[in-house]
């Protein structure tokens, strides 16, 4: 692969790089690349897609250049083309590390870092989705089937056209000098309500809590960081006017999103870990339903 895009990024007339080393990338079908270039321009950013994908890279051109727009860090994107049938993103390389190293080496900072997440979240959702980027209701079904009896009430949903991340975790998000200084990885990018995005991430972190991902010395501190992260988009934002909805989509976005992860080798999702979140997706959906 790494002699393929040599020749493909000297067609598409870049210069030769100094270094092209492979990135460690999500549970998705994407590969990455980091472009180390030998002249002052910085660093670059190549994600590969799947052939066929090629609508997904265009929703994450599409979402990264309205974000940037909007003052948002996101990468700035450099190039969308194809390489033997495989869509091709080119993006800056956003400065910093995942905040996710921060609240390992400091935890005490935590709650500090959950409020510079949280504001540059209630920023992004201060931008109207670009049109173009996808259906209005498309982010209803990435719950699946468990939402049927309260997706009428989703679909009342106010704000739904603002701009999603939908996978906003501190691995997701760089920190540099104590602000945030990117966000990255834009696969899920839909248009949707606000608080939306907030319990999608908030269902992340508990996913990581169940699957006991983090060491139990850093529950804490993961505990400050999620209250955090919301008071950060609260104070943008407002308060979330429907917190059972959102908590329910929320958690049936994750358990939706992790049930395709189950068995693949680098994943860390089992089907005991599913099965509790099964259980609280279909708590909150009942509380949903019933208030």
Same mark, same amino acid.
């Not at 265009?58 to 049938?85: F, K, S, T, Y």
């Not at 395709?260 to 680098?266: A, D, I, N, S």
């Given at each position: 692969?790494?002699?393929? =895009? ?132 498309? %982010? ?33 998000? =760089? ?10 990885? %834009? ?80 994943? %860390? ?23």
């Amino acid at each position: 692969m790494e002699g393929r =895009l040599r020749a493909w990024l000297a067609g598409q007339g870049f210069p030769k790089p100094r270094s092209i080393t492979p990135v460690k990338a999500g549970l998705g079908d994407t590969t990455l690349w980091k472009i180390s270039q030998s002249d002052d321009k910085g660093d670059l950013l190549v994600s590969i897609f799947a052939a066929g994908a090629g609508d997904g890279a265009d929703r994450e051109r599409v979402a990264m250049e309205a974000a940037a727009r909007q003052g948002i860090p996101a990468p700035e994107v450099v190039l969308l083309d194809d390489m033997d049938g495989q869509p091709v993103l080119v993006t800056t390389w956003c400065p910093g590390k995942p905040a996710l190293q921060d609240l390992q080496r400091s935890p005490g900072d935590a709650h500090r870092i959950g409020m510079a997440m949280g504001e540059t979240l209630g920023r992004l959702h201060l931008v109207a989705a670009p049109k173009n980027l996808a259906p209005a209701n498309r %982010w209803i079904a990435l719950g699946g089937e468990a939402l049927e009896q309260i997706s009428r009430q989703l679909e009342l949903v106010p704000e739904a056209n603002r701009l999603l991340h939908l996978d906003y975790h501190p691995d997701n998000v =760089l920190i540099d000098n104590g602000g945030v200084s990117g966000v990255i990885d %834009w696969a899920n990018t839909l248009p949707g309500p606000p608080h939306m995005d907030v319990a999608r991430s908030r269902a992340i972190l508990r996913s990581v809590r169940v699957g006991g991902l983090m060491p139990s010395s850093l529950t804490t501190a993961l505990d400050a960081f999620e209250e955090g992260l919301v008071a950060g988009h609260a104070g943008v934002i407002g308060p979330d006017p429907h917190p059972e909805l959102s908590a329910a989509w929320g958690m049936a976005m994750t358990v939706d999103d992790l049930a395709g992860q189950v068995g693949k080798p680098e994943s %860390w999702a089992t089907e005991a870990v599913l099965d509790r979140l099964r259980e609280e997706r279909d708590r909150l959906i009942e509380r949903a339903e019933t208030t």
